[in-house]
């Protein structure tokens, strides 16, 4: 068994109910379940589609709620999106109950965030779990072993049911049911698309732009279908743990890009999965592509895991100078280069670094890439 970094337990403030956000079957409800196992508390464990539950705070009523935690000291509720006015319901309990212990776990941030948000304000604690890191997997191998499987990461991904699987045919199939039955159906749901073509021609051409800055203008032509829509349907893969924004960074050079944004998959294997591409790295022409997703979201969930916060960014000129990803904290610029190859060619963002002074450069490849994303 695979450990997660996050221990409940320790996550716990007073008066803040903990939130666990993240897409479906990445291992939520096993956390939770884990952590119930082996906690000392009197705790009261329930689920956002039983119906009594969802009636109890639907009421909103003080009383009810009262007495569906008495005696408890610790309230714990799987897929809370399902259940409506969690948010205002929850707000009653710390109000109420600031000693009571509340953790919930949401599949959508879309869903869920618009029912807690505005009710749970400075009451919540908010924790994104994502499929498997490779700071998750060093517990399993060593670096050697990590890095003689970068290329399986690369093409299938790291979802906690994919990575178990025995065989290539296994994680094809259970990829295309991850597609297809979960993320995508939850999101034609959550965000009441009805087109579901129009949404899965563009999240082909998201995974075909991979790296590369995208239009929306290109977009709503490809897909004849009008700015503002194709603009919300981005939102809705945001916040529904399938695709991740990358905004461009500028300060100073006129020259610099400033409205463009790169898009990127949180899971590799999601991404193959939706233009049906699960070659060897050998039999493919979008290695590199491959690489700088992984490398990018796998940074953002070392961050995340090991609660360290920067802005990134991408940066790019109108004459075509370029760097995969900028990271701004502590007053400083960090700028990345990823490339598979060892042996690119990498020219050193000279104009970057002098307009920045207080910048920094460094390339990774498939050798040393590790050191970016291992603490």
């Known amino acids: 068994m695979i450990k997660r970094l996050f221990e409940i337990e320790k996550l716990f403030w007073k008066g803040k109910v903990l939130i666990i956000y993240g897409p479906r079957r990445v291992g939520k409800t096993t956390l ?15 689920s956002g589609d039983n119906i009594p539950t969802q009636q109890i705070f639907y009421s909103q009523s003080i009383e009810e709620l009262s007495s569906y935690v008495q005696g408890y000291q610790l309230l714990a509720i799987d897929e809370a999106q399902e259940i409506k006015n969690i948010g205002m319901g929850l707000k009653i309990l710390v109000d109420n109950f600031p000693d ?73 199939e259970i990829l295309r049911e991850l597609v297809g039955s979960y993320l995508l159906k939850d999101i034609l749901a959550l965000g009441g698309i009805r087109g579901p073509k129009e949404l899965f021609d563009l999240l082909k051409l998201l995974a075909f732009q991979v790296g590369s800055e995208v239009s929306l203008n290109e977009l709503s032509s490809n897909l004849k279908i009008d700015v503002k829509t194709v603009d919300r349907y981005l939102s809705i893969l945001e916040q529904g743990f399938v695709i991740y924004r990358l905004g461009s960074f500028s300060r100073n050079l006129r020259k610099e890009i400033t409205r463009k944004s790169k898009y990127y998959f949180w899971d590799n294997g ?25 490398m990018i979201l796998e940074r953002v969930k070392f961050l995340s895991n090991n609660f360290i916060y920067k802005n990134n960014y991408f940066w790019r000129t109108y004459d075509r100078k370029e760097i995969d990803l900028i990271e701004e904290g502590d007053g400083k610029l960090n700028a990345y ?11 050193k963002p000279v104009e970057f670094l002098n307009e920045y002074q207080n910048s920094f450069f460094t390339f990774y490849h498939s050798k040393n890439y590790l050191d970016f994303i291992l603490p």
């Open 32 to 46: 939770l379940k884990d952590f119930l196992a082996n906690t000392t508390y009197k705790y009261k464990s329930d």
């Open 100 to 172: 009571l212990k509340i953790v919930v776990t949401g599949s959508s941030s879309f869903d869920l965030s618009q029912k807690i948000g505005e009710p749970l304000t400075g009451r919540k604690r908010t924790i994104m779990l994502y499929p498997f890191s490779q700071q998750e997997l060093l517990g399993l191998y060593n670096r050697y072993e990590l890095n003689s499987k970068l290329s399986d990461f690369l093409v299938f991904g790291s979802y906690p049911e994919v990575f178990v699987a025995k065989s290539k045919i296994e994680r094809i």
């Open 270 to 294: 999601i991404r193959n999965a939706i233009i049906s591409q699960f070659n060897d790295l050998k039999d493919r022409n979008d290695t590199g592509k491959l690489f700088e997703n992984f």
């Open 337 to 347: 280069e990823f490339k598979y190859s060892d042996n690119a060619k990498i020219k």
